[in-house]
């Protein structure tokens, strides 16, 4: 039982154990950085579970989470409209119509049917408030640390601080989707659900 659990879910399994690994990997060394600063500034270093509550984990960590629910979430509701012939991540063009009149004649609700994007949505919502609240404690902290006054969410959400940390993800998310949906006209990797038969033309369409 216990193995056959193992393997039929061993995909999300490694990608649960790779994200928290990689998650704690950030919330060390961006600990041990984050004290490197305060010693500079003369400030007493911070435990490392104080550390897990500060603007300045929460601020990376939700940075990172808007771009990738972002990515995804467009992703889905791109390919559910636009196509790219040969790719791999692409539906069929020659199918259009038939596509439109199954997306039309769906008999389940609207929710059901756009479920996935609706929760991508919503995760990218809770991240872009979460790299929010966890930029501004951080840039207020900047702020003090040059005698200024604190700055209210409208501000920092108006300013270029955030958006520059936005930005800067967000063309690198779509940099990645576009090149997994050309790159998968033309190469191929044996097994992946990800791409064409090694067998197949460059033409093909769909995986």
């Given at each position: 039982m216990v193995r056959k659990f193992l393997h039929d879910n061993s995909l999300s399994l490694v990608l649960v154990s790779l994200f928290l690994g990689f998650w704690f990997a950030q919330a060390w060394s961006g600990f041990k950085l984050h004290n490197e600063e305060q010693e500079d500034h003369g400030k007493p270093a911070m435990e490392f579970t104080s550390y897990l509550r500060s603007g300045h984990f929460?601020?990376?960590?939700?940075?990172?989470?808007?771009?990738?629910?972002?990515?995804?979430?467009?992703?889905?509701?791109?390919?559910?409209?636009?196509?790219?012939?040969?790719?791999?991540?692409?539906?069929?063009?020659?199918?259009?119509?038939?596509?439109?009149?199954?997306?039309?004649?769906?008999?389940?609700?609207?929710?059901?049917?756009?479920s996935l994007s609706v929760a991508f949505l919503a995760l990218f919502a809770i991240s872009f408030a979460i790299h929010a609240a966890g930029g501004l404690v951080e840039f207020n902290e900047e702020l003090a640390e040059h005698g200024k006054p604190a700055a209210s969410l409208g501000e920092f959400l108006g300013g270029a601080e955030f958006w520059f940390q936005s930005f800067q993800n967000w063309q690198s998310e779509f940099l990645a989707v576009l090149s997994i949906v050309?790159?998968?006209?033309?190469?191929r990797q044996n097994g992946s659900p990800e791409s064409k038969d090694v067998s197949d033309s460059n033409l093909k369409t769909g995986g």
């Open positions: 929460w601020q990376a960590t939700g940075e990172n989470w808007e771009s990738e629910f972002l990515q995804m979430g467009a992703y889905v509701v791109l390919t559910t409209y636009l196509f790219q012939r040969g790719s791999a991540e692409s539906n069929d063009p020659d199918k259009a119509e038939e596509l439109r009149v199954k997306r039309k004649t769906s008999g389940a609700s609207w929710i059901y049917r756009n050309v790159l998968s006209i033309f190469l």
